[in-house]
């Protein structure tokens, strides 16, 4: 194994944060290929000698799936990709795509030494992230050298529904400690949210693809064109199965509750990432088609938003505007998105709420009418509740709405499992590791917590796992 | 993958495939529908469910081609396989638990009013079938309504049963009284107008409602209708809803909403010597 080359503290502050290589804007708001292009080799191994090795290290807990990382990283600083790559995979079941869209800035990067202010310099930290990525993509890249060594089979059979961020994170997890995993699809592919939700340029579905094909090399079973609610319910599979994890994702999408919201050209947003992420509609080849407004508005402020009004942009828009009713600050979505977003020519309308979609004589969308706002006392989330200006009426001009404000709880699973307890909000009650209200069935991700990140999902089923696991070889 | 057993012409566009689907022929409900994809790139198609066979293991789809990928569907032979049908989705059929229904289709929606008349005269409700097409070849499923009830046929030339529309003999029934409930699945305006026609009489109206969807399990908002104050999703909420409460202009309105997309995708498709870009 390669041997990191001893370096002082003081040598491994001297080195800057390496830049992420990434398309330039101009280009790429017109492709859909992924923005940024990995770091090299070269550009990995120096931002890992930046890693001051910790002896407390404060990244791990910010960490949702509790990744190790300043081994992998200390790995990664002396060569050893193939450890590094098999350290990470140990902790992380979709190291891939969490190096891609995880908002490290407010996890793990948040709490790193190097990120705190060093004699009037601000720090910068460790770009966790960016090695992560690196290191997965290697791993995704050698397939055959990290596979991990095959578990003795348990016998025990576990149902894990739907295959987003938490279904494949749990069925990783559970495959490694050698149970038989099923994973129940509604679509006709595998990968949830990451595959209809977040666009190509953001996370390349052959990236999702890799990652699931790696589960299914372990022994995952993913079942297609299942929904449990309909095809099977909770209480069929629960009969079937030792053990259920239920991932079933967030569901219906919010609309703004505003006339003219079911004009042609208002999509919720979950609607038009589907049909381009999904079902590739911005290809030549595909049947199915997608609206490419030339004025788009998006309503919203989140990673939903971002990837909403980028895809307009690069299916063609001459205008894409952000309309939200808070300011720049209050901006839920991963700062790096919102940063790419500025570059490729995206208009923000901030403190701006909208009141009503404006229709031609056809049913067409014509505009989004919107109204000024400013901020007031903070409210239940703490954010500064913001208040409508009188009289500030204004039209944003728009021939396409994209409304990216949320979704609500899907009914279908709930609806066919009485004996499954769920808040006022329909979403399932769980507790810290996952536990509901029947033996043996666990739930987690967005089904339990409402609209959150493909990260706390991850940590979610990750948990779950464990609690599974745990239920499985219990006392009795 | 869901290999096609048979396929039968039905009326000029009208393409009946018996195809294995063991898990949805088990446990499919009147009113409910799967999704068909053909394969990549393929869109995905809401089909209504118009028959079953549990102990064959397979369900039958009855398919009128209209745009690209209902052409592509038809264009299936029995050996080949539709690569993914997802299901059963919708809301099954809320079946008036006695009395007298009538069951009103129009063209390709007689296939979707099939399993509903069947059910109903299963329970022993007294079903009258009224249904009809332009004329003789495209009236389908009269010999199948007729295992369930009366069946009054009606062709807008008078080449098979009455001449006339289908409202005109719901007219009629509604006027003799004792109708406990309409159902009518077929062309909007014939939905529209039947409700219309049922509304001062105070029939309950059920219609099934085709508003265009993706992923048919509440997921993408696109299939939203108005339904008096609401907004509501029909692969979810329905397919079938009350008649009387269903805004039908927006409901025609939006079925427009790609209709540039589709007459231009049917127009390459009818192009011989079209090379599409690789099939991905």
Known sequence: ?476 | MHAIRSKTLLSPNVTRFVVEAPRIAEIRKPGQFVIVRLGPGAERIPLTIADADPAAGTITLVIQAVGKSTHDLVDLDPGDAIRDIAGPLGRPTELLPAGHAVCVGGGVGTAVVFPIAQALAAAGVRVTSVIGGRSKEWVIFADELRGTGDVVVCTDDGSAGRKGFVTQALAELCEGGGIDEVYAVGPVPMMRACAELTRPYGIKTTVSLNSIMVDGTGMCGGCRVGIGDTSQYACVDGPEFDGHAVDFDLLIDRLTTYREFEQDALARRSQPGQCLEGDR
């Not at chain 1, 790096?336 to 995206?346: I, L, P, R, S, T």
């Open chain 1, 1 to 476: 194994m390669a041997q990191q080359p001893h370096l002082t503290t003081k040598q491994r502050m001297a080195i800057d944060r390496q830049p992420m290589p990434a398309q330039a804007a101009e280009l790429r708001s017109i492709n859909f290929e992924e923005v940024n292009l990995g770091f090299t080799e070269q550009l990995a191994i120096l931002e890992a000698q930046r890693c001051l090795q910790c002896k407390k290290p404060k990244c791990v807990a910010g960490c949702p799936v509790s990744v190790d990382i300043p081994k992998f990283i200390n790995l990664v600083a002396a060569g050893d990709l193939r450890g590094a790559a098999q350290s990470l995979l140990h902790d992380n079941a979709l190291p891939c795509v969490t190096g891609r869209v995880c908002p490290q800035e407010i996890q793990c990067e948040q709490v790193c030494l190097r990120g705190r202010p060093m004699r009037g310099e601000p720090g910068t930290p460790v770009a966790i992230g960016h090695l992560e990525r690196f290191v997965a993509d290697w791993a995704a890249a050698h397939p055959d050298l990290v596979a991990p060594p095959k578990p003795e089979p348990t016998g025990r059979r576990v149902a894990i529904i739907g295959s987003g961020p938490g279904g494949l994170t749990a069925a990783g997890e559970l495959a490694r400690l050698g149970h038989d995993v099923t994973v129940f699809e509604a679509f006709h592919a595998s990968g949830g949210v990451l595959l209809y939700g977040i666009p190509e340029f953001r996370l390349p579905k052959d990236i999702v693809q890799q990652e699931v094909d790696r589960l299914v090399r372990q022994g995952v079973t993913i079942e297609h064109n299942t929904i449990v609610g309909r095809t099977y319910t909770l209480p069929e599979l629960r009969e079937r199965f030792d053990a259920v994890f239920v991932a079933v994702g967030a569901g219906l999408p919010v609309f703004m509750n505003v006339p003219g919201e079911n004009l042609k050209g208002v999509y919720a947003a979950n609607e038009y990432l589907t049909r381009v992420n999904l079902m590739g509609a911005h290809r030549p080849d595909a049947d199915t088609p997608v609206l490419r407004g030339r004025r788009v508005a998006v309503v919203g402020g989140g990673n939903v938003a971002m990837d909403a009004v980028r895809t307009a942009k690069r299916l063609g828009a001459d205008e894409a505007t952000i309309v939200y009713r808070r300011s720049r600050t209050e901006l839920p979505a991963r700062a790096e998105e919102v940063h790419h977003a500025e570059e490729e020519g995206v208009q923000f309308q901030f403190l701006t709420a909208p009141v009503e979609v404006v229709g031609d004589d056809h049913g067409w969308v014509a505009g989004l009418a919107c109204v000024r706002m400013e901020l007031g006392e903070p409210d239940d989330s703490g954010r500064r509740r913001p208040v409508a200006i009188p009289g500030s009426e204004f039209v944003v001009p728009a021939d396409m709405v994209v409304v990216a404000i949320g979704t609500r709880a899907n009914p279908l699973l709930t609806q066919t499992s009485p004996d499954l307890t769920i808040n006022r909000w329909g979403y399932i009650e769980a507790d810290a590791d996952g536990r509901t209200s029947i033996p043996g069935v666990f739930a987690g991700g967005d089904i339990v917590r409402g609209a959150a990140t493909v990260i706390l999902a991850m940590g979610d089923g990750k948990r779950a796992a464990t609690a599974i696991d745990a239920y499985l070889r219990g006392p009795g």
